[in-house]
């Protein structure tokens, strides 16, 4: 793999936000070990901002409802605005938003607010590109399932800097093409702090950079909608290239992050994701990532716990991949998924390499409902008999595929995590084949595959705590010995020292 050393994070002051700074020597230079640089603590510091108007901006007046959205209307494009101290509100209609015009840029002095009184359902709407908002909070909006308050429609080229984004219904922010979201507070909101989609097309060259994404998922949309993959502190749908770096992403209740189909190219690294309910990082149906330099802790607590309670034997872990690997043909920075220099403390497991054998594309079991892979561009190709042969055979499989998991440290201390089974997994593994009847992949064919065949390789990693090791499926759990030797050939090059983790 080609990997570009780590980006020096330089954190500043924010909005409503406490900074912080990154000290390693410079923008080559990668920390000693993972989890050596301190986390985005972008929430709860004090208010900062532009103290006075820039020239030529145009002032907006909190005492003057609706001030901020008729200066956008009666200014041309390309116009600055400042928004003066305290609390501004639009008109008390759902609808009512703020339009911003290519180029605006809407600043924020100390403790400026845009509210939107729990009745407006959008802050910032429209398709006008290159929009930036900066220093400035947003809270109170009430976006429906699966819409967001800024960026509602997904524009494209916006950008995000030092603002606090919370308690908002729906997700807090959209995502377009270009956006980069940069030293910003994404804080309990409803479903997601970010959600990463635009309908009808996929999304380029995104950036997310020393954030605070913290508490999200308030209206607990998975107990809502059981099984509805819809939430996490920040969801990714169709992303191709993505810079995820020096997040603080903690205690959101269900996942993380969750690239969650045809996402490719993404790089995430220098991330501490701590304390998620559900798994710190799931990638799925997707393609062709790093993931390096995280600190990841404590996850998975809830939901793994839960799926234990209830008698499940599924490797529920911390890092999870569901169909997704590496993929030449599918032009990235890479071309498989690399897991390396990352720190495993405590989490509820560890990786799971999963492959569903009945889900694949134009199958009624794959849930990304009319999505097919990157490699066949029509879903009815994908059918019999043309998919028992090749090339479909293989193009119309998400598969987990060509993952590096190496030069990692993987803690677990049982009686931290107050258990005693379940909670210490790596595992690569797949289902048994049955479903539709015309599938051409019954029976163990995955299985194998994903075990043995299609280049998924752990080596070269430290293990404290008594790790057990799950292949093929759920039924095999195997000591380290039985896991490094044949037929699995695992971790070459890796200790396990079962006393030190506790």
């Not at 509602?152 to 377009?176: K, P, Y």
């Not at 009808?200 to 209206?219: A, F, K, Q």
Request: charged fraction near 25%; charge should be neutral.
């Amino acid at each position: 793999m080609s990997a570009a050393a780590p980006l020096v994070l330089a954190l500043l002051a924010v909005a409503g936000c406490e900074s912080t700074s990154d000290d390693a020597a410079g923008p080559t230079a990668a920390p000693s070990a993972p989890g050596d640089r301190p986390p985005a603590r972008v929430c709860d510091g004090p208010a900062t901002g532009t103290t006075a108007p820039p020239a030529g901006a145009v002032a907006v007046d909190p005492a003057v409802v609706n001030d901020l959205a008729a200066k956008t209307r009666d200014n041309p494009p390309r116009t600055t605005f400042w928004l003066r101290p305290g609390t501004h509100r639009l008109e008390r209609h759902r609808y009512a938003q703020v339009m911003p015009k290519r180029g605006n840029t809407y600043l924020g002095a100390p403790g400026a607010v845009l509210d939107g009184d729990r009745t407006n359902q959008y802050a910032f709407g429209g398709t006008a590109p290159d929009v930036t908002l900066r220093d400035l909070t947003v809270q109170g909006f009430r976006a429906p399932h699966n819409e967001g308050v800024v960026n509602h429609d997904s524009a494209d080229g916006w950008v995000i800097e030092r603002a606090t984004i919370q308690r908002n219904a729906g997700a807090g922010l959209m995502a377009g093409a270009r956006q980069q979201v940069r030293d910003s507070c994404l804080r309990e909101n409803g479903q997601y702090g970010m959600n990463a989609y635009k309908a009808g097309d996929s999304i380029r060259g995104l950036v997310v950079e020393g954030n605070e994404v913290v508490g999200n998922n308030t209206d607990d949309w998975e107990r809502r909608k059981p099984g509805c993959g819809c939430t996490a502190g920040i969801k990714f749908w169709a992303v191709n290239g993505a810079d995820i770096r020096g997040n603080w992403v903690h205690d959101n209740r269900g996942t993380g992050l969750w690239a969650d189909t045809n996402n490719n190219d993404f790089r995430i690294e220098d991330n501490a994701l701590e304390a998620n309910d559900g798994a710190a990082l799931i990638y799925e149906t997707s393609y062709n990532a790093v993931i390096r330099n995280n600190a990841i802790r404590r996850n998975n607590w809830v939901e793994g716990r839960r799926a234990a309670r209830g008698g499940d034997d599924f490797p529920y872990a911390t890092l999870y991949l569901s169909e997704s690997g590496g993929e030449p043909r599918v032009r990235a920075r890479t071309d498989k998924i690399e897991i390396y220099r990352n720190r495993l403390e405590d989490n509820w497991s560890g990786i799971t390499l999963f492959e569903n054998a009945d889900r694949f594309c134009n199958s009624p079991a794959n849930t990304s409902t009319g999505d097919c892979t990157l490699l066949v561009e029509r879903t009815d190709r994908c059918t019999r008999p043309a998919i028992a042969s090749a090339p479909l055979y293989a193009d119309c499989r998400w598969k987990t595929q060509r993952v590096d998991i190496h030069d990692n440290r993987f803690v677990v201390d049982k009686a931290a995590l107050k258990c005693r089974e379940m909670c210490d997994r790596m595992a690569v593994l797949a289902n048994y084949g049955t479903y539709p009847d015309w599938s051409p992949y019954h029976g163990q064919r995955v299985a194998k595959a994903v075990t043995w065949g299609q280049r998924n390789r752990w080596h070269d990693n430290v293990y404290l705590g008594p790790w057990k090791f799950v292949a093929h499926d759920p039924s095999r759990v195997l000591g380290f010995g039985q896991w490094r030797g044949e037929p699995y050939g695992q971790d070459a090059g890796s200790t396990l020292d079962a006393e030190a983790g506790g």
